[in-house]
């Protein structure tokens, strides 16, 4: 799988978007982008999912560039809630082969939503 | 609906004794089936993955095994803790079509996590 990178720590003000980036660089054609969330001492939740192109659901909304080498994860209006570790990752959807479904986790961006 | 329960919550262990965490999953059949750990402050780590009964994949060597008795039932067990053992364990399920690929979205649904402090 691909690997992505995140910047480590972001900030918002509460009502505000907040606009998360990811790089993928090297994502292949039948790779999708997961977007996850970690609140403090919580199992992590699935945010959103995208293949190319860009999702919404009512939690938030990707974006992913045309030449799918990055992505941003937008949370329209940031709540205190929202504070948590945000984390991108790069997937195939088939699980045969060597994948299995699994979830590589890198170290995410820490969004702190301030009042 | 499904749901994922782990327990216990919260454990207390002395370096050297023996573990068990046990997760299972309900409201969905033949789930795939996957044991992380997070140590303090930093990310989380595949420690086992099953696709079935009886079926166990280690992700990296450790002092940790894996059990799969039934279906929608996942324990992580040690015989001896280290102190290097302490961690949030997290136990996850997802379900993939019989050829691979991904039923519904193809996320991962996680449980509420067992926190295991070794001293």
């Known amino acids: 799988d691909a690997k992505t990178t995140q910047p480590p720590s972001m900030d918002c003000a509460e009502g505000r978007a907040a606009n998360l980036p990811c790089n993928h660089s090297?994502?292949?054609?039948?790779?999708?982008v997961y977007w996850y969330r970690q609140i403090h001492s919580q199992g992590p939740q699935y945010i959103i999912h995208?293949?190319?192109n860009n999702e919404t659901n009512e939690m938030a909304s990707l974006i992913i560039t045309e030449d799918r080498k990055s992505s941003t994860l937008i949370l329209p209006h940031a709540t205190l809630r929202d504070t948590a570790v945000y984390y991108c990752?790069?997937?195939?959807?088939?699980?045969?082969?060597?994948?299995?479904?699994?979830?590589?986790f890198g170290q995410g961006t820490i969004l702190t939503v301030h009042p | 609906s499904q749901t994922i329960h782990q327990w216990p919550a919260t454990l207390v262990q002395p370096v050297g004794s023996p573990l068990s965490l046990e997760c299972t999953v309900e409201?969905?059949?033949?789930?795939?089936l996957y044991w992380y750990r997070q140590a303090a402050g930093r990310g989380l780590q595949l420690l086992f993955y099953?696709?079935?009964?009886?079926?166990i994949s280690s992700e990296v060597p450790q002092n940790l095994s894996a059990s799969r008795p039934q279906d929608r039932q996942f324990i992580l067990s040690s015989k001896k803790l280290l102190l290097s053992d302490s961690g949030f364990y997290l136990c996850?399920?997802?379900?993939?079509?019989?050829?691979?690929?991904?039923?519904?979205?193809?996320?991962?649904?996680f449980g509420e996590g067992s926190r295991l402090t070794v001293l």
């Open positions: 995208g293949l190319k």
């Open positions: 996850a399920w997802s379900v993939w079509g019989p050829r691979g690929g991904a039923r519904g979205t193809g996320e991962l649904f």
């Open positions: 990752i790069v997937r195939g959807s088939n699980a045969g082969g060597t994948s299995y479904g699994k979830l590589t």
């Open positions: 409201g969905t059949s033949n789930p795939n």
């Open positions: 099953s696709v079935g009964i009886g079926q």
């Open positions: 090297t994502i292949s054609g039948n790779e999708y």
